[in-house]
């Protein structure tokens, strides 16, 4: 029944289920191509110089995916809350709640993971084409459709998508039916205990990858500095609304400074909704710091070595790494249009007592930019720990090769990405008040 009852709610609610779909799909795909690139290389002699970096490229992949399915699940559950309030306060039991959060996610992996294995081989092709016309894989590499790779996309990509239910489905049975209709917005807790040991445990964990890499072998370095950025940024993302209200608060200052009515209610959602905020710079921060952990890595280790890529060699790196930060940009974009979402109340109050829609608007796009802001400063501060001790296992000194216009290009594509889903996500109500002649 319950099964039943989920099938029908994913089907008749299929716009409010699309993101997470899109996100397991996608996660599903990227884990099961890379597995089919890595076990098609593993199969020829002369690829065995490059399986390190697609190694690498394929855990990266993982990550990024596991990283934001969960992030995106838990966004979409905790958005429901009023919905989960109402069925309490109907008469359904917290247990049954969470059975039925369970059962929707069910449904959205299992579709998601068959599109994804659909997606995964023609990806997995289009990843070896790019890597015979970089020369990273002359001869090509041998794309053959095995179940191995399958069987881990759909179990990582199930096993994830339940977790994550699972987790919000906790947090959301425990608000009452009547808390959530509350006037105020404002967050009572901060940072959860739960949420804070992780974050702490994670940091500590990144801390000591990062001691590590100059103490390993020059070929494990590269792999422990991945690692290292991988356990910060999970730090980083579960302690981040401390960080979010403290540099929203002064970033947000700035913009009410240049612009008085749209800066002031921005600052004021992002210190009023810190965790919230951290849900849309999360993708922004993995953004930078994955990408440029890796990219950055390899030209030091390419500047060590004295090799200069030139022509299609050069985009050897990018194109590894390309179709995860492409992932996460469309996180980006989903995070912060589910984000401005939910606030259409509030906007359509604001719009009620007279802020024009041109306000509206403004506001939005200062907010975007302050969390894109955030998350691009902490990733960069991320990236930068670990190429710095990179660069000092690998020359002793604290340096690291770096590329400004490609950062600058991610920085642009994450701005870009989140004002395009804010605006989009805001247009309806921004432009209609909340009583209809």
Sequence with gaps: MTLVLAWNNVRTNRMGFAASFAAVVLAVMLIGGSGLVVAGAGARDDLNGVMG??????????????????????????????????????????????????????????????????????????????????????????????????????????????????????????????????DSAAQRRLLPWSRAVVGAAALAGGGVLLWLVPQVTSKNAPPTALGATMALCVGASALGPVAVRGMGWLLGALAARLDPGAGMLARSSLVAQPRRAMAAASPVMLTVALACTFLFAVATTDAVAGVTRTGPSAWAAPVLVGSAVAYTVISVLNATAMTMAERTEEIRLLRTVGTKPRQLARAVCWETLIVTCIGTLLGTGIAAASLTMLGKAATGEPWFAYSLPQYAGLVLVCAVSGLVGGLAATRRVRRRALLSD
């Design 53 to 182: 970096l697609l190694v690498l490229s394929a855990v990266v992949s993982g990550f990024v995916s596991i990283f934001v399915v969960a992030g995106t699940l838990s966004l979409h559950v905790l958005r429901q809350r009023r919905t989960w309030a109402l069925l309490r306060s109907v008469g359904m039991r917290p247990r049954q709640v969470s059975r039925l959060i369970t059962a929707e996610a069910l449904v959205v992996a299992v579709l998601a993971g068959v599109a994804g294995c659909v997606l995964a081989v023609p990806y997995a092709a289009l990843m070896a084409a790019f890597m015979r016309m970089t020369g990273l894989a002359p001869g090509g590499v041998p794309v053959e459709v095995t179940t191995g790779p399958f069987v881990v996309a759909l179990v990582v990509g199930l096993a994830v998508t339940l977790l994550a239910a699972r987790v919000a489905a906790r947090k959301a049975v425990r608000v009452g039916p009547l808390e959530v209709l509350r």
